[in-house]
């Protein structure tokens, strides 16, 4: 079965503090996602990469930065952790151009991040 | 810029009857439109997705959602809901040679007894 894996499930962590968060997937898929989601605001971009050491900036990049030195693994880091980006934070892939169609994005199940 | 309104944000229904979701997507050509659910602490999943042919798509649980390009919707249905239909659902857009997703913000559908 195809996975996309985010390493921590809860995450707390203090105001100011440098936070990363790992997502892994086995698909070979050339692109990954993070997007955060808020209630009532749904699911927002924040970065995108298509290939190794490529990304783009999504809806939302302010105050997160992200790396993509293998194909199979897009890290979010939050450079200095602020009690606005509580959040829960969902990390997906999906194959790219047309094919992506076909399959749709495969999502982990989500990092639910608190600062404090 | 394409954008995706789900009309609602939370449907209540009783279990056995049957609901709608409603979702509209900016007019544009060669849209391809996606419903993903999302079951409570959990990511989200591809329920169904239209890319062309049959205005009526249909999911494996029931679910199912028509095309329709003169309103620009993608509504999505079931005549009978389960307790276990409980969850967000969300609608997406796809346009033309843009392979990324757009969301809509997401209704939540909560099924009684």
């Known amino acids: 079965d195809v996975k996309v894996t985010q390493s921590s499930r809860y995450l707390v962590k203090r105001t100011g503090e440098k936070v990363f968060l790992e997502c892994v997937q086995d698909m070979d898929h050339e692109n990954m996602f993070w997007y955060r989601q808020d209630p009532g605001l749904g699911l927002r971009l924040i970065y995108f990469s298509y290939d190794v050491k490529m990304k783009e900036k999504g809806d939302i990049p302010e105050g997160y930065s992200v790396s993509r030195e293998k194909k199979e693994r897009f890290s979010l880091i939050l450079e200095s952790a602020s009690t606005n980006q509580t959040s829960m934070y969902l990390c997906?892939?999906?194959?790219?151009?047309?094919?992506?169609?076909?399959?749709?994005?495969?999502f982990g199940s989500g990092t639910r991040l608190t600062v404090v | 810029a394409q954008s995706v309104t789900q009309l609602d944000s939370q449907v209540p229904v009783f279990e056995e009857a049957p609901v709608e979701l409603r979702c509209n997507y900016s007019?544009?050509?060669?849209?391809?439109l996606f419903w993903y659910v999302q079951y409570p602490n959990q990511g989200l999943q591809l329920l169904l997705k239209y890319l062309s042919g049959s205005t009526l798509v249909e999911s494996i649980n029931g679910f199912e959602a028509e095309f329709n390009k003169s309103q620009t919707s993608f509504h999505l249905r079931k005549p009978s809901v389960h307790i276990s239909d409980t969850a967000e659902y969300f609608c997406a857009v796809s346009r033309g040679s843009n392979y990324k997703l757009t969301f809509g913000k997401g209704t939540l559908l909560t099924v009684n007894p």
């Open positions: 007019s544009s050509v060669s849209v391809y």
């Open positions: 997906a892939s999906s194959l790219a151009q047309v094919t992506m169609l076909q399959y749709g994005y495969t």
